[in-house]
């Protein structure tokens, strides 16, 4: 079971992992929670285009992008609060320009 991703060397605990193949290419999907207190560091990091994805207890690294993306909660700069995320991640290969 993976406990941990990385993205752009900040780890990530995770609740729930899958890996898929979409047409050829490596696709992470990952819940997991978000406290008030890492909210800020969380959101700037998910504003960014691309990504370095490791998930190291697979041996598994990748460039990729953001397929899916969702939280439970919007507003969590109230102390306290803890969001459910739920993310996808799809590889992007070398020489791609998407956005």
Do not use: C
Request: charged share 35%; no cysteine; glycine share 6%.
């Amino acid at each position: 079971m993976v406990s941990y991703i990385v993205l752009n060397k900040r780890k990530i605990d995770v609740e729930r992992y899958r890996e898929e193949d979409v047409q050829g290419l490596k696709q992470i999907v990952v819940d997991f929670k978000v406290t008030s207190d890492d909210y800020h560091d969380i959101a700037t990091l998910l504003y960014q285009e691309k990504f370095d994805v490791e998930v190291p207890e697979k041996g598994l690294a990748f460039r990729g992008t953001i397929r899916e993306y969702s939280t439970s909660i919007t507003n969590l700069y109230e102390k306290g609060q803890v969001g459910d995320y739920h993310l996808a991640l799809l590889e992007v290969k070398e020489g791609e320009n998407k956005a």
